[in-house]
């Protein structure tokens, strides 16, 4: 089943039937929000706003562990997250899409792990698996991230934007800073040094969780506006906002047309990302 991350009324889209919102609870404390189960052309999708209806936490204080257990005690295994960043390529204009394939990764404060060894959380879900395993054994598990996107999700994303003629860009490296007060224009000419694309404050460690947990994980991003002292005006969440607005039904049709699109199989390795990770 596939699971969305992205903002509030996302799933209030034309053809997806509502079936039920769903509170969960989960040793990591609450998600953002209740979860949205819906259907569309007989495939069953679960929407989640990351901040909470009304954007009631700020990304610092999002509880990603929860938000990714959540999916995982419904039974989601495909993960597609949507989110604003900021430009820092000259390259991307405001209302590209960036499908990215890497991140640097600038956060501080954030818990990035499920496996914390003796203070490991019991799994409360009835599946039985690597997770179940090694959080039972309280494990110590140290993922690769060598390529962290799922492959054939990025490879539908690129397909529907590319039908659609959508402005988009098939790789960005997505730099992740903790938020949440704006980059100066120092921070984000270093980020450009090291190669950086895009910058956001929700990418992880959502993206890490997910593929703790062995779900497939692919994000779509909006650029915006341009990032600070790459813009020559003052920077506001007003912008962020508007853009996304004007941008919603781009969003909606990459949503429908990448369920659509969606194999029932993957060729990906993300699924054997516990091979060999325990110690």
Not at 160 to 177: E, I, S
Not at 197 to 216: F, N, Q, S
Not at 257 to 262: A, G, K, P, S, V
Request: hydrophobic residues 40%; proline residues 5%.
């Amino acid at each position: 089943m596939l699971g969305i991350i992205g903002g509030s009324g996302l799933y209030q889209i034309d053809g997806i039937k509502i079936l039920d919102e769903i509170a969960i609870k989960t040793p990591f404390g609450e998600p953002s929000d209740k979860y949205i189960l819906t259907q569309y052309k007989g495939r069953k999708i679960v929407f989640l706003p990351r901040h909470g209806k009304g954007h009631k936490y700020p990304p610092h204080l999002i509880n990603f562990r929860a938000n990714i257990w959540g999916f995982r005690k419904l039974g989601v295994n495909k993960i597609l997250s949507i989110s604003a960043v900021g430009g820092i390529n000259p390259s991307l204009k405001p209302g590209d899409f960036v499908i990215s394939d890497q991140f640097i990764d600038f956060t501080k404060s954030r818990v990035q792990t499920f496996y914390e060894g003796v203070y490991s959380k019991n799994d409360d879900t009835e599946i039985k698996d690597e997770v179940s395993e090694f959080l039972k054994s309280k494990r110590v598990v140290h993922i690769d991230v060598t390529n962290p996107f799922c492959p054939d999700m990025r490879d539908v994303l690129i397909k529907v934007c590319d039908k659609n003629n959508f402005p988009f860009h098939q790789k960005g490296v997505y730099a992740a800073t903790e938020g949440p007060r704006l980059e100066t224009s120092a921070e984000i000419k270093f980020l450009r040094l090291i190669g950086a694309d895009i910058v956001g404050m929700t990418l992880v460690p959502e993206i890490v969780l997910a593929r703790e947990l062995k779900i497939h994980f692919a994000s779509i991003s909006v650029v915006t506006n341009l990032a600070a002292g790459i813009s020559q005006n003052r920077l506001t969440s007003d912008e962020v906002v508007e853009m996304m607005k004007e941008k919603n039904e781009q969003i909606k049709t990459v949503i429908l047309n990448f369920i659509e699109n969606l194999p029932e199989r993957f060729n990906c390795e993300c699924e054997n990302v516990l091979k060999g990770a325990a110690i």
